[in-house]
Every structure is written in structure tokens, then in C-alpha cells.
């Protein structure tokens, strides 16, 4: 038996009704088809994110009318940080061995978003900020 590996992926769009229950239904068959876990979701409902994510947001490809982009990698990481799952760490570890986040990077945006923390009540700022000075050490 093969086992399915989860891959988080964003789907936005400018246009939200890109997600209306009928369009989804029709695309459910690549998903399943390739056993992609979508979530609708993006860094920025679970951590403040700074204004300015789109410019930050790394182009992957363009095929036929649709743009692929990495979300503001440094969200991602913190994002991950704060949800602090083992396969969430083991993302962002890969991340700092590829070079596509850096230590001391991370530490400036959680800098930035921390006066934002109080928006998220679910989240614990002086426990985040030890997760992240755990995962980006000086």
C-alpha cells in the first residue's frame, strides 16, 4: 500500500468566487488524483503579515493563463513556527539548508509582526517568540 504524503498548497485568486462550491466540486479529481491536501487558507489567518506579501511572493511558473507563486516564504516560516507541527519544522529546516529563508531574516519579520500579535488571541507571544528564537538562533 502506497501511503499518501500531505503537501499543503494556497489556491488564491483575485477573484473569490473562484472558489464557489461548484468550481471546487469540479476540481476535486486532480486533487484526489494526486492526493494533494488543498487548503484554503494562507499564512496571514493565522499570523499578522506584513503588507507588501505579493511583491514578496516567489514566482514558480506560469502555465497557460495561471501564475504559481510561493507565498511570502518568511510567513510561511513563521506561520509554520507558530503551528509547530514536527512536519512543519522539518519544512522550515529544509528551507534554511536551501537558502530560501535566513536566520537572521526570520528574527527582523517576527520583529515586525510582534506588535501585531494581540490580533490573534490564539496565539501566545512570548511562546512564539521562543519557537522562533529556537528555530532562527542568533
Known amino acids: 500500500m502506497k501511503t499518501a504524503r500531505t503537501v499543503d498548497t494556497t489556491p488564491w485568486c483575485d477573484d473569490s468566487s ?4 461548484r468550481r471546487r466540486a469540479r476540481g476535486s ?3 484526489e488524483r494526486l492526493r494533494l491536501n488543498v487548503e484554503v487558507a494562507s499564512p496571514g489567518q ?3 503579515v506584513p503588507e507588501g506579501w ?18 511570502d516564504l518568511y510567513a510561511q516560516a513563521l506561520a509554520k513556527v507558530e503551528r509547530g507541527h514536527a512536519r512543519d519544522l522539518a519544512d522550515i529546516r529544509a ?16 520583529q515586525r509582526i ?14 512564539f517568540k521562543r519557537a522562533v528564537d529556537a528555530m532562527f538562533p542568533l
Open 29 to 31: 479529481r486532480p486533487r
Open 18 to 21: 473562484a472558489f464557489s462550491e
Open 114 to 127: 510582534e506588535p501585531a500579535l494581540y490580533r490573534f488571541p490564539a496565539i501566545d507571544p512570548p511562546t
Open 95 to 110: 528551507m534554511l539548508d536551501r537558502g530560501l529563508v535566513e536566520a537572521g531574516r526570520a528574527r527582523e519579520y517576527f
Open 46 to 48: 493565522f499570523i499578522p
Open 54 to 71: 505579493e511583491e514578496r511572493s516567489r514566482f514558480i511558473r506560469t502555465i497557460g493563463n495561471a501564475m504559481f507563486f510561493h507565498y
